[in-house]
C-alpha cells in the first residue's frame, strides 16, 4: 500500500487509539460482511484487509514498528517537501533575475549628462 497509515484509515481510527478502540472499530467494520452468504473478491480484500490491520495495531511490537515506518515516512515526506519548496522558489528568483537582463541591456537615455570617464 502507498498510504503508510492505511491500517487506521480503514478502520477509522486515530494513532493513539487503545487496544478497546481497534477491537471496536473492526467489529464494526466486519459486522457488514457477517450474514452474507458468499464473498466476492473485493469483499474478500476488505475482510483481509481488516483482519490484518486488527492483528497489526493489537500487538504492541507490531504497532510500535508500523508507527515508526509512519513518522519516518512523515518526516521523509515533509523534507521532500521542503526541497520542492527550495526548488521552486529558486526557480521564481532565477526567473526573476533572468527576466530582468532585458531591462538592464537597454540604450541608456544621455541626459546631458558625460559619462565618458576616461583620464584625458
Known sequence: MEVTDYYYKILD???D???KD??????DKIKRFI???FLNEVQKS??????KAKFVLTNE???KIYDAIII?????DKKTDESRKEKLDSQVMGNRI?????LLNTPQLNYGIDRNFSKS
Open 13 to 15: 481510527l486515530s494513532y
Open 46 to 51: 476488505e475482510v483481509k484487509d481488516l483482519k
Open 61 to 63: 511490537e507490531l504497532k
Open 98 to 102: 533572468f527576466s530582468m537582463a532585458g
Open 22 to 27: 481497534i477491537n471496536d472499530a473492526y467489529n
Open 72 to 76: 519516518s515516512n512523515m518526516k521523509e
Open 35 to 37: 450474514n452474507l452468504p
Open 17 to 19: 487509539a487503545t487496544e
